[in-house]
């Protein structure tokens, strides 16, 4: 949980200090995303992995990376206001 908050701080110390634009961190984001699932998936078809389908808390890494993008795109939006 601690690695969330340090790509949020991460994200909004570049696009604070107009080193990246809120959407470079969005297409990195996903780009990222995509990477991660691709290598997830390799993993399982290499290993034969199978993995437990009674997990308890399996939402929690969709729903902050969801309210990781919707910040960001929040404050893309504010920030083109002004």
């Known amino acids: 949980?601690?690695?969330?908050?340090?790509?949020?701080?991460?994200?909004?110390?570049?696009?604070?200090?107009?080193?990246?634009?809120?959407?470079?961190?969005?297409v990195g984001a996903f780009i990222g995303f995509v990477g991660a699932s691709l290598c997830y998936w390799l993993f399982c078809l290499v290993c034969k992995y199978k993995r437990k389908e009674n997990y308890k808390h399996i939402y929690a890494p969709i729903l902050v990376g969801g309210a990781t993008c919707l910040g960001i795109l929040i404050y893309a939006l504010v920030r083109a206001m002004l």
Do not use: F, K
């Open 1 to 26: 949980m601690v690695y969330h908050g340090v790509a949020i701080l991460t994200c909004y110390s570049r696009s604070y200090l107009g080193v990246h634009y809120p959407g470079d961190l969005l």
